[in-house]
Every structure is written in structure tokens, then in C-alpha cells.
């Protein structure tokens, strides 16, 4: 099926979607009948976002926008943002070869890279400040009041721009009255999970909240030459904030957090053979894994002097990620100022086995520092007039330092005779500095309609400063001519977006739009010798036509759903190039044309008291439409972008009263599709096949409403065997990530 047509049915879709929302948005007899007789128990509840930097019902606003709350969190087993993929439509979340670098994509946009110097077409914020870089968000998720997705371009009410989409972290407030509890859960392989909270008034005018969370034991890979163990983790992270109504107009919160992560990676398995580079290296090939339980590694003694490592250790990080930030609210009267400082500072060390043998072809360290300050202020309206609007600039300064060691000792990938063992050391650092001004306006004609338009400029400045690559043991060899490179882009790109809303009655919503999302150039920093490899790749400009409908069909029934259509010029992508040097293919990031189109929808049923339904289903589709050449030739012109077409998932759960004991049971699922990269397109061997996922909890409290409840959970429960990731990094080394087995514990909450 053509894209134009893929198109033309999603768009006609939601058409019909409008039309029967339209149609069925009123309330049925049955509906009346029921609430005449006062059974309402199973209404749905309002859901408050603040995705237009408002609070505002989820159903009033014209944005493709999925909500997360924390109870759903635990219910759904998403303890980090790799899992988020499992709650929400057209999301895939990657780690890259399996570490700790979470990448994002969104309706086929997204952005694949191992090293930690381009930023992610996904925007990502905590609190209203925004990651500059996707390694700083794969923190543990805790104390979250919910999480919002929202689909599409933003930025004209963002302090970044994006091309494919914004995912907020908003996380529970300090209360004015005195509550804490607590969450353990104790599961298969020895895994401790556990978070508390204290929050409350501390003086006049002046109230905290303080949350701590750790996790700790898990260990469910081993290594198949030697039997050790492999998946600990060991994490702890803290977060505190302070709120202070010092006016009738003024108001401050001081926030700070902490976190650090010294634990196990998941370990990569063969997902074919593995042979030696080296013939001097000895031993039989390894078989292909038939167990995703199985991994291997051994640290070289040569690369643990080198890099710092103690002798003997696993693959796994020695990160930290800590920060603080302050948001100021001025009451002006009919406007709002708000002012928002942060600094946040990141520490990566990172030592991954990515040929997952005892063999060292592929082992690589990460030490990495970032540290980044940030400064928004805007100015919104605050009346209940017709007429509203939001203004404001933004400014972040990046500076991040990057070493990362490769040991191809075992290697046979060119380098000078002599140069055994073969370390190769890449280094660089990158300084970024962005400045945007943004604006939104919207008016309401009347009670039934309503436009929007939205502005942005960015302006970028990122600056790669002495790459070097070169050999750290044996004898030196030249990384490029002249010695280290250095080199500027510089950004200037206009973005913006025009909606209309339409409310035929009370409970639905129809709106269309069309934006624009930027996102600036950058550096492939990769280890190579090749200086072309380095030269910078363009910036990448989406033009999306979205279309939508959000309606209360009853009362006890919500229906979701948009079609969008992409254009997409400089879109940025994986391909290789030959080094020189080694002989060895490496990545380089280029441009390309594309389209894709697609949709989603999203329902949420309470049919009876106590019985709650929700479904998502999401089909994205896209094809390079110039020509990308790779440096073997091929061209792609017409190839389908390599992207899962379908996502599908839901939760279903069902409470009852047993004499002074509230029952709940509840089970969720998700299903992904197909799914390959770039460069690999027509190799079977690093497509991940669909899989489906598959949690349960059974959950005891009081009826009454006590505060505690004991939960028995269970997470993958038909122990489904499926991969998150497959890659190499030297040809022949072909691995894959494996997704945990099934794991089973209990869980208890209390809270007053």
C-alpha cells in the first residue's frame, strides 16, 4: 500500500471517528436511566494535564497527548523509561547496544546513537526543565504524578524544540498537610524495589515533600564460560523540593535531585556463531545462544590499567545525575511571570562487552561529564476572556566532555603491525548554546470554536572541540591529518503551528492542525580515523498535518483518536562509511527526505462499578523519498523507513468487595511489531520480530479505605522470549539485548 493511501485512509478514519464521536457524544438512555437511579460510581474522572503549560482537562486540548499516571506506573511494572514503550502508542523506547544511552522515537521520528553528544527529537523534561541530552534521563521513575506524551512537533510553548514529540515528568507536589508512605516489593532473583516519601507544611507559608527511592538485587543473566552472574542493580536516588508562597503574587519551589547508578548492565547475546578476529587469539567458535540467560564478558587487565577499571570487574555504569532548579511565579495581574532556573550534572561511566564473549573485540568505556544550566522566562495570560496567549525565551549552555576507550585487542580490523594490543581511545568535547523565542495566541470566536497560532525561532550554536581518535597502547598512529578537529554549526530555524478547535457539544472535541518541528545539526563522534565521518550533518524540519477527535461518547465511555501525515526534509539517519584505516565500517549520520503517515486511538470504558477498560492501538508507516547513498552505493530512494508499523496494548481491571476486603484484580498488555534499523534493511538477522507482553497484579486493601494495600504481581507472566535491541559494532559480532523472563513478587504500600 502507497504512503498517499496510507494517508488517505488514516485521515479518513479519523474522519469517521469524528463523525460517530459526533454522533454518539450525547448521553444514551441507558446512560440517563442509570444515573437517574444514582449509579455513577463507574464515571470517568476528569484528568488534569498541563501540556499547554496550563492546568486544563486531557479533553480539551487539541494535541495527540497520552497520560500516565503513578499509580498506573506500578501497575504496569515501568520502573525506567525504557518500559514506557509498553504503555503508550506509536512510543519505542531503545537502549543502545543494551546500555544505559535510552533512545526515543515517536510516530517513526526518533534518533539512534551510542555516544552522548546529539540531542534527541524527543523533548524530555522534568518539572518543566528540559534534558538537553537523552543519557540524562534514564534515572528511575518514582514519587511521578503522571507522565504526559504528547505526539506531533512542539515548541512554541517548550523551552526546546522537537520534530517528534515531548514527554513530561511531572512529579507529586509538597502538600500542606503531613502525609508519607511507603512501596517495598520484594520479586524473583533476589530483586528489593523500594521508595518513601514525607511531605507537608514546615513553617508558616512554607511546605516540602521528600522522596527517596532504591533498587537493588536482580541478577538473572549468566556468564556462559564461567557461570557468574550478571543484572544486579544497585541504584539510589533522591528528590526534595521546597515551596514557598511568600505574597498573595508571589510564589517560589526549590527543587534538587540525586542519583546514583553503580549497577550491572543486561548483558548482549550471539545471536549467531561467534569466530575469532584474531587466529593468534586461540579457542573454538562460540555457538549461537539458544538462552537469553546467557552472556559473557572478561576484562582485559591491559584495558582495566588503561581505563580504571578495577581487575575482574562486570560489565555495568557508575553514574550519577544530579541537579537543582528553581521556578519563580510572579502574579501580575491578568498575567502570569514565570521564571525558570536549572542546573543539572551528569557523570557517565559506562563499561560495556558489546561481542558478549570472553574474546575483546568489542569492549568499550564510557567516561563522560555533562553539565548544563538553563534559564526559561515566559509570561501568559491569566484572564477568562476570550483571547489567550504565552510568550517567552529560553536559553541552555551545554559543555560536555567525552572519552570512550575501545579494546580490539582480538581484533583484526587494519591497524599498523605492532599495535597489539589495539586500544583505541576516542576523545572530544562539545559545547552547545541555544537560544529560542516562542509564542502561542488563541482566541475563542465562541463556545464552539476556537484557533491557535504559535511562533518559534531557535538559534544553535554547537561546537565539536579537539576530536582525536588514536591508538593508547602500542605505537601511536595519527587519528586525523593535522592532529585533533575541530569543528562549528550554527542553526537558525523557524518553527510554528496553526490549530483549530471545534466543539460541537459538551464532551467532544474536534481539532486539525499543522506545525512545524526543527531540530539542529550535529557531529557524529564515533571512533574513526576517516575525518569526513566527522563533518557535520544538517539540521532536519517536519511539517506534520495532524487531525483529531477527543470525546466523552458517555459517561462511562472515552474516545481518543488522530491521523497525521509527515513530510520531513534533512531528516537525520544511521548510514556507514568505510574507514581508511581499519578497514572496518562505521557509522555516520546524513540527511534524508521522507514521509510517514499514520494514527492512533486510545479508549477508556467503565462499563460496570468496578470494572475499568482501556485499549491504544497505533500504525505508523514512511519511506525515504531522495536518494541516500551509503558507501556501498545502495540506494534508497523508495525504501520503507525502518520503524514498527504497529503498536497495540491495554489494561483491564476488575475490584469487589469480599466482607471488609477490596478485591482488585488487573491485568495489562502490549504488543510490537517488527522492527529493524537503517542500514541493516534486507538482513533478517537484526530484525527484532513482533512479540506480544503481558502483566498481572492482584491487589488486597480494607474496603474501608485504609491506607495500605498488598499486592501479588507478576511481569512478562508467559515468560514470552523477545528482544528490546540487535546490533553489532564489528561485522561478525552480531548480538541482541534479551528481555527479562517472567519475574513474580509481592509488593506493600502504605500511606497516611
Not at 567458535?285 to 564478558?297: C, E, N, V
Not at 567525552?402 to 580490539?408: L, Q, T
Amino acid at each position: 500500500m502507497s504512503l498517499r493511501r496510507v494517508a488517505a485512509v488514516a485521515v479518513g478514519a479519523g474522519a469517521v471517528l469524528v463523525v460517530n464521536a459526533v454522533s454518539f457524544a450525547g448521553p444514551t438512555a441507558a446512560t440517563s436511566t442509570a444515573e437517574a437511579n444514582g449509579l455513577g460510581a463507574n464515571n470517568l474522572s476528569e484528568i488534569v494535564v498541563t501540556a499547554q503549560r496550563r492546568e486544563e482537562s486531557l479533553q480539551s486540548v487539541g494535541i495527540a497527548l497520552s497520560v500516565v499516571s503513578g499509580q498506573a506506573l506500578a501497575d504496569k511494572a515501568i520502573t525506567n523509561v525504557v518500559d514506557l514503550q509498553n504503555a503508550i502508542p506509536s512510543l519505542q523506547v531503545e537502549p543502545a547496544f543494551g546500555g544505559g544511552q535510552p533512545q526515543y522515537r515517536i510516530r517513526g521520528v526518533g534518533f539512534l546513537d551510542y555516544t552522548s553528544n546529539n540531542a534527541s527529537p524527543i523533548g524530555v523534561s522534568l518539572d518543566d526543565v528540559a534534558f538537553a541530552l537523552p543519557i540524562q534521563t534514564a534515572g528511575q521513575l518514582f514519587d511521578i504524578d503522571r507522565i504526559e506524551v504528547l505526539r506531533g512537533p512542539q515548541g512554541t510553548l517548550y523551552g526546546r524544540n522537537t520534530t517528534g514529540g515531548q514527554i513530561n515528568f511531572i512529579t507529586n507536589r509538597p502538600t500542606a498537610d503531613t502525609h508519607a508512605g511507603f512501596t517495598a516489593e520484594y520479586g524473583s532473583h533476589n530483586e528489593v524495589n523500594a521508595e518513601g516519601y514525607v511531605s507537608g507544611s514546615i513553617i508558616d507559608g512554607v511546605s516540602g515533600r521528600l522522596a527517596v527511592a532504591t533498587e537493588q538485587g536482580g541478577e538473572w543473566q549468566r556468564n556462559r564460560d564461567t557461570g557468574q552472574r550478571l543484572g544486579n542493580k544497585d541504584k539510589i536516588a533522591g528528590r526534595g523540593q521546597l515551596e514557598w508562597k511568600a505574597s498573595e503574587a508571589v510564589d517560589l519551589r526549590l527543587g534538587f535531585h540525586l542519583a546514583q547508578d553503580k549497577s550491572d548492565e543486561t548483558g548482549l547475546y550471539l545471536l549467531k556463531a561467534y569466530t575469532p578476529y584474531n587466529g593468534g587469539a586461540g579457542g573454538p567458535t562460540i555457538p549461537a545462544d539458544t538462552s537469553r540467560y546467557a552472556t559473557g564478558w572478561s576484562l582485559n587487565p591491559v584495558f582495566a590499567n588503561i581505563t580504571g577499571l578495577r581487575a575482574g570487574a562486570k560489565p555495568g555504569v557508575d553514574n550519577s545525575n544530579n541537579g537543582a532548579d528553581l521556578t519563580a511565579n510572579f502574579d501580575l495581574g491578568g498575567a502570569k511571570l514565570t521564571s525558570i532556573s536549572a542546573y543539572n550534572k551528569m557523570e557517565r561511566r559506562e563499561y560495556s562487552d558489546w561481542d558478549a564473549t570472553r574474546y575483546h573485540d568489542s569492549d568499550e568505556y564510557f567516561r563522560s561529564n555533562l553539565d548544563v544550566f538553563s534559564q526559561e522566562v515566559r509570561i501568559a495570560s491569566t484572564g477568562t476572556g476570550p483571547l489567550g496567549w504565552v510568550g517567552g525565551v529560553f536559553y541552555s549552555n551545554q559543555d560536555l566532555d567525552e572519552k570512550f576507550y575501545s579494546d580490539f585487542s582480538d581484533a583484526n580490523i587494519g591497524f599498523p603491525a605492532g599495535t597489539t594490543p589495539q586500544i583505541v581511545l576516542t576523545q572530544y568535547g562539545q559545547k552547545a548554546h541555544s537560544f529560542g523565542e516562542f509564542g502561542q495566541v488563541n482566541y475563542r470566536f465562541n463556545d464552539a470554536l476556537k484557533a491557535t497560532l504559535g511562533v518559534r525561532e531557535d538559534h544553535e550554536t554547537r561546537e565539536l572541540v579537539n576530536l582525536n581518535t588514536g591508538l593508547v597502547a602500542g605505537p601511536a598512529i595519527g587519528s586525523f591529518t593535522g592532529g585533533a578537529l575541530n569543528n562549528s554549526i550554527i542553526s537558525n530555524l523557524p518553527s510554528g503551528k496553526i490549530e483549530v478547535d471545534y466543539t460541537p457539544q459538551t464532551g467532544t472535541l474536534i481539532y486539525e492542525s499543522i506545525s512545524r518541528g526543527v531540530k539542529s545539526g550535529g557531529f557524529t563522534a564515533h571512533n574513526t580515523t576517516t575525518a569526513t565521518v566527522a563533518d557535520p550533518f544538517g539540521p532536519e524540519k517536519l511539517t506534520a498535518y495532524e487531525v483529531g477527535v477527543k470525546s466523552d461518547v458517555t459517561r462511562t465511555l472515552r474516545i481518543d483518536a488522530a491521523a497525521f501525515y509527515y513530510r520531513y526534509k534533512g531528516e537525520q539517519v544511521l548510514g556507514k562509511i568505510l574507514d581508511s584505516l581499519s578497514g572496518s565500517y562505521v557509522g555516520k549520520f546524513v540527511n534524508a527526505d521522507s514521509r510517514l503517515a499514520g494514527g492512533e486511538v486510545e479508549l477508556e470504558w467503565r462499563p460496570l462499578a468496578g470494572l475499568s477498560i482501556s485499549q491504544y492501538a497505533g500504525f505508523v508507516e514512511g519511506y525515504f523519498t531522495n536518494k541516500v547513498l551509503d558507501s556501498n552505493a545502495v540506494d534508497y530512494n523508495g525504501s520503507p523507513l525502518s520503524v514498527p508499523k504497529w503498536s497495540y496494548g491495554g489494561d483491564v481491571s476488575y475490584g469487589w468487595n469480599v466482607a471488609d476486603t477490596k478485591i482488585t484484580a488487573e491485568t495489562n498488555y502490549s504488543f510490537h511489531d517488527t522492527y529493524s534499523q537503517f542500514y541493516l534493511l534486507g538482513s533478517s538477522d537484526f530484525t527484532i520480530p513482533r512479540y506480544w507482553l503481558a502483566n498481572a497484579n492482584l491487589s488486597l486493601s480494607p474496603a474501608s479505605g485504609a491506607p495500605w494495600t498488598l499486592t501479588l504481581w507478576g511481569r512478562n507472566i508467559f515468560d514470552k522470549a523477545y528482544d528490546v535491541t540487535r546490533n553489532f559494532f564489528l561485522p561478525g559480532t552480531e548480538v541482541a539485548r534479551a528481555g527479562e523472563p517472567a519475574t513474580f513478587g509481592i509488593r506493600v504500600s502504605y500511606k497516611y
